[in-house]
């Protein structure tokens, strides 16, 4: 979710590298800085979000990562790509 700007989304392979699409596929996300949210294949019907925090229904998945990425609220997950964006970025993910 980009301060200012349309949101962009990826999809990692099983390496865990991904390419954001914003407008065309593979394109890039905006310039600027972005709190980044995640979620697991199949978590959109694993998850309510309703105007809280996530909660687990009856078919949640098990996820690779905390629920707080999950949330634009929570995620800490943060990446500034400067005012001309970047090609190379490295997302770290912490334990709770």
Do not use: C, N, W
Not at 38 to 61: K, M, N, Q, Y
Request: charged share 25%.
């Amino acid at each position: 979710m980009p301060v200012a700007g349309r949101p962009g989304y990826a999809t990692t392979d099983t390496q865990g590298r991904f390419a954001v699409t914003t407008f065309r596929p593979g394109d890039g996300a905006v310039p600027g800085r972005h709190r980044v949210t995640l979620r697991a294949i199949g978590e959109a019907h694993a998850f309510r979000f309703d105007d809280g925090p996530p909660r687990r229904t009856a078919s949640s998945v098990q996820l690779p990562f905390t629920t707080k990425y999950a949330s634009s609220i929570d995620t800490d997950l943060e990446v500034d790509l400067g005012e001309r964006g970047s090609r190379d970025l490295e997302l770290v993910l912490s334990d709770p």
